[in-house]
T-cell receptor
């Protein structure tokens, strides 16, 4: 159980184009999903918290108009990198929260490697 | 606290030995902790968690120890296997506050035959 699917796993795009990444919880409903960015040999940096049916909450320094998040259902959140540039190249990972109360277990997708040429 | 750093510390162990990976957290209000394992090119995988009202929790071949006095967390892996080679992250959560996971810098575990 608690499987999170992320698609695509790898994408190469030209500078100026937009890229959409999907995150699905396959066997549970997730009212909250998270989007992280990870640079090589570094830890995960939270970009935003995605809440089903409401606007995402962005971390300080993350441009909401650059990274559009939509959480239209309890099993799907999408991240769109708009007008991508080479500096946006990174490993993007989503997670979905399972469990209630004090437990904040997040189950992660396999990640999406974005390369912007 | 926030994760920083360009270089992951590495722990090298022999196959069959026990491994101990350490993590210091910064927020004394954190009440829930998770260890994740991340293999190259993949997303983090949940290993074990512990609430702040406990100081030890055991799983299959893994044990997590929590010392709230010094804000220290450790992951012990018994009889380390080559498949355990990965980067290990601790994550802390403050359920009464921001309720989001803050990841540590990570430790690379290299298991040698």
């Amino acid at each position: 159980g608690a499987v999170v699917s992320q698609h695509p796993s790898w994408v190469i795009c030209k500078s100026g184009t937009s890229v959409k990444i999907e995150c699905r919880s396959l066997d549970f409903q997730a009212t909250t999903m998270f989007w992280y960015r990870q640079f090589p040999k570094q830890s995960l940096m939270l970009m935003a918290t995605s809440n089903e049916g409401s606007k995402a909450t962005y971390e300080q320094g993350v441009e909401k108009d650059k990274f559009l998040i939509n959480h239209a259902s309890l099993t799907l959140s999408t991240l769109t990198v708009t007008s991508a540039h080479p500096e946006d190249s990174s490993f993007y990972i989503c997670s979905a929260r399972a469990g209630g109360g004090q437990k904040n277990i997040q189950y992660f997708g396999a990640g999406t490697r974005l390369s912007v040429l | 606290g926030e994760s920083v750093g360009l270089h992951l510390p590495t722990l090298s162990v022999q196959e069959g030995d026990n491994s101990i990976i350490n993590c210091a957290y910064s927020n004394s209000a954190s009440d829930y902790f998770i260890w994740y394992k991340q293999e190259s090119g993949k997303g983090p995988q949940f290993i074990i968690d512990i609430r702040s009202n406990m100081d030890k929790r055991q799983g299959q071949r893994v044990t997590v120890l929590l010392n709230k006095t010094v804000k220290h967390l450790s992951l012990q892996i018994a009889a380390t296997q080559p498949g355990d080679s990965a980067v290990y992250f601790c994550a802390e959560n403050n359920s009464g506050g921001y309720n989001k996971l803050i990841f540590g810098a990570g430790t690379r575990l290299a298991v040698h035959p």
